[in-house]
């Protein structure tokens, strides 16, 4: 079971790692949009002072810029949700796996002080033996494994069944991963192209003449 333990300390900490990093990337992802706010402000400002064609293309951009920050909003919540929230539940279904290992392992170390307490009592002459000291070392011992046992099949189980628990949640997280950038950059590109559109409609000539 020593093998089993550090394994669970190793995907915890990992976990945990993954867990930083995306709090890390969700809190950048924040920074952004309180940029983009002043972006927005100075493009609309400009914009009033253009020409009409240009007025409108800067002005889609200062739109596009504005659905980028509600979309990116969008996406943090759904990161917080589907993605470091289910992570965490994991650390904390592995940390009560770790205690009840934790436990198996203290039964099991009571199995050894059973043992021992039983090959004194039977080194004992006879004349030195109090009633009924072997016999109870026995039951003593008998008792501790029976207990080491069972606390050793319940970590077995316990361990093969958050080991699915493990596999599931990591599969839907990554999957929540995907699907929420996919849904977010396709609607950025969305809005990206009706800015294009209103750049390619700029009155280059027209505009540009001094009436």
Not at 72 to 88: F, G
Not at 134 to 160: F, G, P
């Amino acid at each position: 079971m020593d093998n089993v333990s550090n394994a669970l300390g190793l995907t915890s900490n990992k976990i945990s790692e993954i867990v930083k990093e995306g709090n890390h990337y969700i809190s950048a992802e924040e920074n952004v949009t309180k940029d983009i706010n002043k972006t927005v402000t100075a493009l609309k400002a400009y914009a009033d002072t253009e020409t009409p064609s240009l007025g409108e293309a800067i002005g889609s951009l200062a739109n596009t810029f504005e659905i980028i920050e509600t979309e990116r909003n969008e996406k943090i919540n759904k990161l917080r949700e589907q993605y470091i929230a289910p992570l965490n539940d994991l650390i904390i279904n592995l940390k009560t796996l770790q205690t009840e290992q934790t436990e198996s392992a203290k039964a099991a170390k009571e199995v050894e002080k059973a043992e021992k307490s039983l090959k004194k009592s039977q080194s004992k002459p006879k004349e030195k033996l109090k009633p009924g000291e072997v016999e109870n070392a026995e039951k003593a011992l008998k008792a501790a494994q029976q207990k080491a046992e069972k606390e050793e099949a319940d970590v077995r189980t316990a361990t093969e069944n958050f080991n699915k628990v493990k596999l599931e949640t990591m599969q839907k997280v990554l999957q929540n991963m995907v699907d929420i950038e996919k849904t977010y950059h396709e609607k950025i590109l969305t809005a990206i192209s009706g800015v294009q559109q209103k750049a390619e409609a700029i009155k280059i000539e027209e505009e540009s003449k001094v009436t």
